[in-house]
């Protein structure tokens, strides 16, 4: 074994783990902020269907 040759490997296995790690951090931020605005309007709809369903239980009183 050359000197310097465990050195050089554990440098590129961190280099690798932090990649491997950094990935699915990345996306997952991505998935999470650009499904921001979709969930918003999800709950804008749940709320106005929910306030509609409220408004035609009581109105026969």
Do not use: D, W
């Not at 950094?22 to 991505?30: E, G, M, N, W």
């Not at 709950?43 to 409220?54: I, K, M």
């Amino acid at each position: 074994m050359q000197p310097g040759f465990h050195n050089k490997s554990n440098v590129f296995l961190a280099a690798f783990i932090i990649l491997a790690g950094a990935a699915p951090l990345a996306a997952s931020l991505a998935f999470g902020l650009g499904g921001r605005r979709a969930f918003e309007h999800y709950l804008e709809r749940r709320s106005h269907s929910r306030a509609e369903t409220e408004k035609s239980f009581f109105q026969h009183l």
